[in-house]
């Protein structure tokens, strides 16, 4: 049996790493504080907004803005770039401030809920303009904005350092943490025993070159070997196996985020692997950026306008410039495997691949480590309905899901939600 582990934006969250939309939103506007402090045009601009100087202000450029016309004697270190923005995005008399309803959509959500989901913006808006068939050309101007959008943020998050005194012993403890027989569904339960079996049967070198890519971290081979001794004298109940005979045999970080934060966890060994599904920044022509939801009805209305614009950011098309998904059908093909979620919301905007992992005939649990929000209050429930969503059968999800009682908080230091 094996284990599959989704990463999602919340995983790095919890290393306090910046890694929200929220954040990179942020991080926008004071990257436009520096370009206005210096610029040298009268209107400055990209594909989501754009500043223009009004005509009776008398400024060359924004560069003559704020060094002439907002001169300050009292002011001895540089213009804080926030001021910048600020000053240029509040004082309606100064300049123009245009912004895409794109962009209007997603700094509305921040300054309303506190954090914004881009990718269903981007899908929401393509919605309309494939169910108003006079917006059709709105669709190129909404392609090249997600795409000015992807490589800001591929730029927001190289800067982020991943140092390897992040890695979280806790996290580490979940990850490879034996198999609990109380997760595994009624259908699955089959598969785990013939898995223990199958451990029972391993000869003494096989046990060790498992236990020894696992490491130290929590797990000798002493107990199996007594147990092997006690196989041969009496029959041993299933609970009272020792937990070195439940680890998974192959274990697969299926990373959703572009930064290389799971790689802190990859020990070495083959039984190990890190799939950067949506690609990484060390290769920003990898990243897929985009939705991928095709179980939503109106999915169907988009894909008969027989218009290629708008597939262009299809994340299931977009799997296919590389071999990331392939690996990871051969993997739940492989063997019986259980799903746990880490700082994944399993929102809509993967719900195809969720759908396919979630529903395989050989997924025989789902296990989703929840953000704990304070003493009283968590969101196991927002997950699992966000879980739900991904199903077509109820009764399935229902006996793959673990319930509450045995799933636990992913991390005791995540001060965040999952993004």
Same mark, same amino acid.
């Given at each position: 049996?094996?284990?599959?582990? *989704?990463?999602?934006?919340g995983?790095? &969250?919890? %290393?306090?790493?910046?890694? =929200? @939309? ?13 370009? &206005?402090?210096?610029g040298?045009s009268r ?11 009004k ?8 560069a ?6 907002y ?5 001895t270190?540089p213009?804080d770039?926030? *001021?910048?923005?600020n ?8 300049c ?9 959509r997603?700094?509305k ?6 954090w914004?989901?881009? #990718?269903?913006?981007? @899908?929401?808006?393509l919605?309309h303009?494939?169910l ?6 709105e669709?190129v101007?909404?392609?090249?904005r &997600? %795409?000015c959008?992807q490589e800001?943020?591929? #730029?927001?998050?190289?800067? $982020?350092d991943i140092?390897?005194?992040l ?6 403890? !979940?990850?490879y ?7 595994? =569904?009624?259908e ?8 223990v079996e ?5 000869d003494?070198?096989?046990l ?11 797990y ?13 004298k ?5 609970? #009272?196996l ?10 697969? &970080?299926?990373?959703?985020? @572009?930064? %290389?934060t799971?790689q802190?966890?990859?020990k ?18 990898s990243?897929?950026?985009g939705y991928?939801d ?5 999915y169907? !209305?988009i ?13 299931s098309?977009?799997?296919? #410039?590389?071999?990331n998904?392939?690996k990871v059908l051969s ?9 746990i979620?880490m700082?994944h ?9 969720l ?17 704990? $929000?304070?003493?009283? %209050?968590d969101?196991?429930i927002?997950i699992v309905?966000n ?12 006996d793959?899901?673990?319930?509450k009682?045995y ?7 995540s ?5």
């Amino acid at each position: 049996m094996n284990r599959l582990v *989704l990463i999602g934006n919340g995983f790095d &969250l919890a %290393h306090g790493l910046k890694t =929200s @939309y929220a954040d990179f939103i942020n991080w926008y506007w004071e990257d436009w504080g520096r370009r &206005l402090l210096h610029g040298l045009s009268r209107s400055e601009s990209d594909e989501l907004c754009s500043f223009t100087i009004k005509d009776n202000i008398g400024a060359y450029n924004w560069a003559f803005v704020w060094g002439s016309l907002y001169q300050r004697t009292d002011i001895t270190k540089p213009w804080d770039v926030n *001021l910048v923005v600020n000053l240029a995005k509040q004082n309606k008399e100064l300049c123009d401030l245009k912004m895409s309803p794109f962009l209007e959509r997603i700094i509305k959500s921040v300054e309303t809920m506190g954090w914004v989901d881009i #990718e269903n913006e981007y @899908y929401d808006l393509l919605k309309h303009y494939a169910l108003n068939n006079d917006n059709d050309f709105e669709v190129v101007k909404l392609n090249k904005r &997600l %795409h000015c959008l992807q490589e800001k943020l591929v #730029e927001y998050l190289s800067q $982020i350092d991943i140092l390897d005194n992040l890695l979280n012993t806790g996290i580490r403890q !979940k990850i490879y943490a034996p198999i609990i027989i109380q997760d595994i =569904s009624i259908e699955g339960q089959q598969a785990l025993k013939e898995h223990v079996e199958y451990g029972l049967k391993l000869d003494k070198w096989s046990l060790d070159m498992k236990l020894r890519q696992y490491g130290s971290m929590c797990y000798s081979s002493g107990s199996v070997e007594g147990c092997l001794k006690n196989m041969r004298k009496t029959k041993l109940q299933f609970d #009272e196996l020792p937990d070195e005979l439940f680890l998974p045999n192959h274990i697969m &970080l299926l990373n959703f985020n @572009y930064t %290389h934060t799971a790689q802190l966890y990859l020990k070495d060994g083959s039984i190990f692997t890190v799939n950067q599904i949506h690609g990484d920044l060390s290769n920003p022509s990898s990243v897929i950026f985009g939705y991928g939801d095709e179980l939503d009805s109106d999915y169907k !209305k988009i894909v008969n306008k027989n218009d290629n614009r708008f597939l262009a950011n299809v994340k299931s098309i977009k799997y296919l #410039e590389s071999d990331n998904y392939r690996k990871v059908l051969s993997f739940i093909e492989s063997d019986p495997y259980q799903v746990i979620v880490m700082g994944h919301s399993c929102g809509n905007s993967d719900r195809t691949l969720l759908n396919t992992l979630f529903e395989h005939k050989n997924c025989v649990s789902i296990k989703p480590y929840y953000h704990q $929000i304070d003493k009283d %209050h968590d969101d196991y429930i927002k997950i699992v309905q966000n879980i739900s969503r991904n199903f077509t059968d109820m009764k399935l999800m229902r006996d793959r899901v673990v319930n509450k009682e045995y799933c636990e908080p992913f991390s005791d230091d995540s001060k965040k939600k999952t993004d």
